[in-house]
């Protein structure tokens, strides 16, 4: 009795078809039964934070950027929901055109507004405070260092074709930098292996599969954290370089660069007393920075760190997030703000 042999390109598509057909319903399994793929640390230039593909695009330039035009409840925000819009900015989507001055606020995820709500984020109450005068974008992308904000500004946000910037950089810059390797010295693999990163990770069975696989091979970062030669992700140097040159790109853009000090609970007022804290001290000398680069070169400065400690009950719980700033810091930040505008730029 003979076998019936079929072509290689008939045998070659039923192959493929079986495996399609076994990845899907694997897939299927996994999201039935709820299994958690995120292999998920603190250290953002490694991805692990991005495998959140609800929330992140893989991008080679800005090593990651907001997935657009959505509304995302996620667990990278804690349960919280923001809207995306289709530049890939928190918030409404923004006219092409422009029908008043525009005000871009770049920065982290203190000008995000991260656990704020949409209304009490401090570029809407800037607008506010400006009683609708001008148009305010908010361009700040949570774990973004300054050297990602210069990129940032120079890829997306330079054709909004703002009036005035506001920059507020810092946290992420002294950040400890993964594998002791900087911003700047990142390696990125081409475009098309970010294209095909960012296509499976739509999936739970490639997320998984890449969770065991790093599981198995990789050392726990924490473990490589070198701290008694720490490697930040932006030194310095390089962070008064980088403002320095956001400064310039806004000008080169026709608009108004105003530079922010960025806010840390003060010790006397959030701490137990007799605390030393080496975070503050190193912060405090990355706002120098920023106040020493606005003298220098004649740059407007709104010092918010300073204002800050004038004031109380600015975080909820500054022992465990000392970074970002209440709503009560944000509606001090917009009235600050806009109180410069105000007396020193206009409408």
């Known amino acids: 009795m003979s076998t019936k042999k079929y072509p290689v390109w008939l045998r070659l598509v039923a192959a493929g078809t079986a495996i399609v057909i076994f990845v899907l319903v694997v897939e299927l399994a996994l999201r039935l039964a709820g ?8 250290f953002f230039t490694l991805n692990r934070a991005l495998d959140y ?5 893989r991008d080679r330039t800005l090593f990651w950027r907001f997935q657009p035009d959505r ?34 606020t770049l920065g982290n995820s203190c000008t995000f507004g991260w656990g704020i709500p949409d209304d009490s984020i401090y570029p809407t109450g800037l607008e506010q405070n400006l ?22 500004f120079e890829s997306d946000l330079v054709r909004l074709k703002p009036d005035i910037v506001t920059l507020m950089f810092s946290w992420n810059d002294h950040w400890a930098a993964a594998s002791q390797i900087a911003d700047k010295d990142q390696q990125f693999p081409p475009e098309v292996i970010i294209d095909l ?37 932006v030194g310095l140097e390089d962070f008064t370089v980088n403002m320095k040159a956001l400064c310039n790109q806004a000008r080169e853009a026709g608009a108004i660069p105003i530079l922010l000090t960025s806010p840390i609970p003060d010790l006397a007022k959030y701490y137990a007393p007799g605390l030393r804290s080496p975070l503050h001290a190193y912060h405090e000398k990355y706002n120098q920075a920023v106040r020493n680069l606005a003298e220098s070169q004649g740059i407007a400065l709104v010092d918010l760190a300073r204002e800050f400690d004038r004031e109380e ?22 009235r600050l703000i806009a109180r410069y505008i105000e007396a020193n730029i206009g409408y």
Not at 35 to 42: D, T
Not at 53 to 57: A, E, G
Not at 71 to 83: A, L, P
Not at 132 to 151: A, D, F, H, K, W
């Open 53 to 57: 593909p609800d929330v992140f695009l």
């Open 131 to 152: 009683n609708g005068r001008y148009e305010v974008i908010n361009g700040g992308i949570p774990g973004y260092t300054s050297y990602q904000g210069r990129r940032f």
């Open 197 to 233: 990163q960012n296509f499976f990770a739509r999936f739970q069975f490639y997320r998984l599969l890449k969770k065991i696989l790093l599981s198995a091979v990789e050392s726990n970062p924490d473990l490589t954290f070198d701290r008694k030669n720490i490697v930040y992700r």
């Open 71 to 104: 509304t995302v409840t996620s667990k990278y925000f804690e349960g919280k929901t923001y809207r995306i819009n289709t530049l890939g900015l928190r918030g409404d989507d923004i006219p092409l055109y422009k029908t008043k001055k525009r005000i871009i």
């Open 313 to 334: 009950h600015l975080w909820d719980d500054a022992p465990r997030d000392p970074i970002h700033f209440n709503a009560r810091g944000h509606a001090l930040a917009a």
């Open 35 to 42: 299994v958690e793929p995120y292999f998920q640390n603190r």
